[in-house]
T-cell receptor
């Protein structure tokens, strides 16, 4: 298996622009997680899905952030409009099923908002 | 709610010396415990986990961790470190029956030649 795939790996955008991050989980995994990592706040869970349904989005910072999972093999995290404080590395992770707990992380997308 | 404390943000250690990375957790329910490792410019990878059974768990590359319920700790140890162990290590907890992971703030292990 290719593992969790994220694109793009790097994104540089200007404040106010829309940013879309993409994730393809490992095939057969029921859970998908979006995290944000910064020096100041560490690793934060933004939202997670089970069988394409959002279960907990309490970590989503504000209405500018939205996430979707239209099918089992694809998810997006959108920021509109983007702000400099959104600069971070965004990780997507997936896990097999309830009770498996181990999460497999993608390589991350480094977002820079100028 | 759960919380994880990694008191040491950075730990420098000479090559071939032993190391211990500390992790303490707080939870009102039973939890499962994990250590993840993050190499530069990569995502996190599972290093080892405690779900049940023996309180001492080991990884394939020589790390071990011991679950201590009375002290609510899950410290990570290695008797002899290598340059290739230089990375950031994250302790994590999951409440039983849930999928939401709480990560610690991470400890950067720097192995000095």
């Amino acid at each position: 298996d290719a593992g969790v795939i994220q694109s793009p790996r790097h994104e540089v955008t200007e404040m106010g622009q829309e940013v879309t991050l993409r994730c393809k989980p490992i095939s057969g995994h029921d859970y998908l997680f979006w995290y944000r990592q910064t020096m100041m706040r560490g690793l934060e869970l933004l939202i997670y899905f089970n069988n394409n349904v959002p279960i907990d989005d309490s970590g989503m910072p504000e209405d500018r952030f939205s996430a979707k999972m239209p099918n089992a093999s694809f998810s997006t995290l959108k920021i509109q409009p983007s702000e400099p404080r959104d600069s971070a590395v965004y990780f997507c992770a997936s896990s097999l099923s309830a009770g498996s707990y181990e999460q497999y992380f993608g390589p991350g997308t480094r977002l820079t908002v100028t | 709610a759960q919380s994880v404390t990694q008191l040491d943000s950075q730990v420098p250690v000479f090559e071939e010396a032993p190391v211990e990375l500390r992790c303490n957790y707080s939870s009102s329910v039973s939890v499962y415990l994990f250590w993840y490792v993050q190499y530069p410019n990569q995502g996190l990878q599972l290093l080892l986990k405690y779900l049940s059974g023996s309180t001492l768990v080991e990884s394939i590359n020589g790390f071990e961790a011991e679950f201590n319920k009375s002290q609510t700790s899950f410290h990570l140890r290695k008797p002899s470190v290598h340059i290739s162990d230089t990375a950031e290590y994250f302790c994590a907890v999951v409440p039983g029956g849930y999928q939401k992971v709480t990560f610690g703030t991470g400890t950067k292990l720097q192995v000095i030649p």
